[in-house]
């Protein structure tokens, strides 16, 4: 199955040497560049999309089984590296609005579904579950980029025969701070009672494997938070799918300091002025 998971683009159209092709997009994207200051969202070389070079390297990164701390006993596949190519194009699809590069960036989330489903005991129908964003955030993106992803994985998981469905079962429960910019222990708390059901499964739902699905995983917070309310409500969840994901040295590191510094920084951050 992973051997089909991947994002072919437009073909070429039938009678169409290679070298006209490669000559009509190098005219195009050097129109894009002079009339539109067009740019790959990869590599910023001018181009209406993101260039071949960038989908040639996007879809060569294995998907990789992490270990976040958060997430102890839950498997958790990211489809490539945050740090890099992938993590710029997740920025890109977020904060620029470069929602073409969502497809590409969908064929590495339904890869490391596939590596996921190879690794634990499943049976069909698949449910993608996206964790929550906060409203404000969808507002300001114009999407709600995390769900567009799911869909995009459940397109080219479909395709390769699996019988897989895209499934909003939560919700934030209360209103959450930016997660950007904040430390371990700050994620922790932020996200701690964030989520619920936004409805309750119908007992044949409940039996259906569940994959919680996200674009980037930094800590682990906000899929242990989804993972916490699935449990409680007897959903079998499988495990974690994410476009990205930071490195697991990173997050051990930055858990060991935190922990040993948690409480002088909470007193600080108590005392400062508002």
């Given at each position: 199955?992973?051997?089909?998971?991947?994002?072919?683009?437009?073909?070429?159209?039938?009678?169409?040497s290679?070298?006209?092709?490669?000559?009509?997009?190098?005219?195009?994207?050097?129109?894009?560049?002079?009339f539109?200051?067009?740019?790959?969202?990869?590599?910023?070389?001018?181009?209406?999309r993101?260039?071949?070079?960038?989908?040639?390297?996007?879809?060569?990164?294995?998907?990789?089984?992490?270990?976040?701390?958060?997430?102890?006993?839950?498997?958790?596949?990211?489809?490539a590296?945050?740090?890099?190519?992938?993590?710029?194009?997740?920025?890109?699809?977020?904060?620029?609005?470069?929602?073409?590069?969502?497809?590409?960036?969908?064929?590495?989330?339904?890869?490391?579904?596939?590596?996921?489903?190879?690794?634990?005991?499943?049976?069909?129908?698949?449910?993608?579950?996206?964790?929550?964003?906060?409203?404000?955030?969808?507002?300001r993106?114009?999407?709600?980029?995390?769900c567009?992803?799911?869909?995009?994985a459940?397109?080219?998981?479909?395709?390769?025969?699996?019988?897989?469905?895209?499934?909003r079962?939560?919700?934030?429960?209360?209103?959450?701070?930016?997660?950007?910019g904040?430390?371990?222990?700050?994620?922790?708390?932020?996200?701690?009672?964030a989520y619920?059901?936004?409805?309750?499964?119908?007992?044949?739902?409940?039996?259906?494997?569940?994959?919680l699905?996200?674009?980037?995983?930094?800590t682990?917070?906000?899929?242990?938070?989804?993972?916490?309310?699935c449990?409680q409500?007897?959903?079998?969840?499988l495990?974690?799918?994410?476009?990205t994901?930071?490195?697991?040295?990173?997050?051990?590191?930055?858990?060991?300091?935190?922990?040993?510094?948690?409480?002088?920084?909470?007193?600080?951050?108590?005392?400062?002025?508002?």
């Amino acid at each position: 199955m992973a051997s089909v998971i991947h994002n072919q683009g437009a073909e070429r159209p039938k009678g169409q040497s290679a070298t006209h092709s490669q000559f009509m997009m190098t005219w195009r994207d050097a129109a894009a560049d002079m009339f539109l200051g067009a740019t790959c969202p990869g590599c910023q070389r001018p181009s209406w999309r993101l260039c071949d070079d960038c989908r040639a390297q996007l879809a060569a990164y294995p998907a990789e089984l992490h270990n976040k701390s958060a997430l102890s006993g839950l498997p958790h596949w990211a489809g490539a590296p945050f740090a890099g190519l992938a993590g710029h194009l997740v920025t890109a699809a977020k904060d620029r609005r470069r929602w073409d590069v969502i497809p590409h960036l969908g064929a590495r989330l339904a890869t490391a579904v596939v590596e996921l489903l190879a690794s634990v005991p499943w049976l069909e129908p698949i449910w993608l579950t996206p964790i929550p964003s906060a409203p404000s955030a969808v507002r300001r993106r114009g999407l709600d980029v995390s769900c567009r992803l799911a869909a995009s994985a459940q397109g080219f998981l479909r395709q390769a025969g699996l019988d897989c469905r895209t499934q909003r079962w939560l919700r934030l429960a209360r209103p959450v701070a930016d997660q950007a910019g904040l430390n371990y222990h700050q994620r922790q708390l932020n996200l701690a009672g964030a989520y619920r059901l936004i409805r309750s499964p119908p007992a044949a739902d409940r039996q259906a494997g569940l994959i919680l699905v996200d674009d980037v995983a930094t800590t682990g917070a906000s899929l242990a938070e989804g993972w916490r309310v699935c449990r409680q409500a007897d959903l079998m969840v499988l495990g974690a799918a994410t476009v990205t994901a930071t490195s697991d040295r990173y997050d051990s590191a930055v858990a060991s300091v935190v922990n040993r510094i948690q409480v002088p920084v909470l007193r600080q951050e108590k005392t400062s002025p508002a």
